[in-house]
């Protein structure tokens, strides 16, 4: 079946969102006299959400009953700030203008909640704005669930098979293939060096955001 449509996550994957959620963390342990977090270090972190971030900062003081208002005193920083400094990875805006060109439609399928998601694209001034948006928070369940997906083909009015995801997390190559959705991993985004990303068993792991177009191209069949 061709493709008709390109599916991607947000974070780390459409976007390098890292320099802003990092300044969040580390904006909050100034606050909470604690010592700041090497970026290189936290960058990692991001594709696994606010929660994973603030355990690497805030460490044995991150307890059970302080996780609900340190969650929501990041997000609000966070949100006051969602992108001073993140961007659309070098050379996927032509990519969009690319697959749009050859009758491709895309679209965003993120665990980020909403009300972060909406505003950091729009932020972002997207000159091809994604057919569709699939937030973290719009359905009960997340990625690796395919749900979220499926929802996405749904909404474009396609069957799952005539779509790729591409993300930069194992949780996303399990929900896309769970989807029925050829899948391409990327490097270039927030991955731990002990991740293996050949092993997620995606179709195609690319490591360039220049190499996406050829990818979707040998998938395209």
């Known amino acids: 079946m061709r493709i008709k449509a390109v599916l991607m996550d947000l974070d780390g994957t459409f976007a390098d ?55 929501q005193e990041f997000l609000k920083t966070y949100k006051n700030d969602i992108a ?47 057919a569709c948006v699939i937030s973290g928070d719009r359905l009960p369940q997340r990625k690796p669930h395919p749900a979220p997906l499926l929802l996405a083909a749904d909404k474009l009015d396609l069957p799952p098979e005539s779509c790729i995801y591409i993300g930069d997390a194992a949780r996303d190559i399990e929900a896309g293939r769970a989807a029925k959705m050829r899948t391409i991993a990327v490097t270039y985004g927030y991955i731990r060096p002990h991740q293996d990303p050949y092993s997620w ?14 990818a979707v191209a040998r998938l395209d069949i």
């Open 17 to 71: 969102t890292a320099p802003d959620l990092v300044g969040a963390l580390n904006a909050m342990l100034l606050r909470h006299s604690l010592p700041r977090v090497p970026y290189a270090i936290a960058r990692n972190e991001v594709s696994n959400g606010s929660l994973a971030l603030l355990k690497l900062g805030f460490g044995e003081i991150f307890k059970d009953n302080q996780i609900e208002p340190l969650q």
């Open 201 to 214: 068993g995606a179709d195609i792991v690319i490591s360039r955001p220049s190499e996406l177009l050829n």
């Open 84 to 130: 001073t400094k993140s961007s659309i990875f070098k050379g996927l805006d032509s990519f969009v203008d690319n697959i749009s060109s050859l009758g491709m439609r895309w679209g965003i399928v993120t665990n980020k909640p909403k009300a972060m998601t909406n505003p950091l694209l729009k932020a972002l001034n997207i000159s091809n704005e994604p």
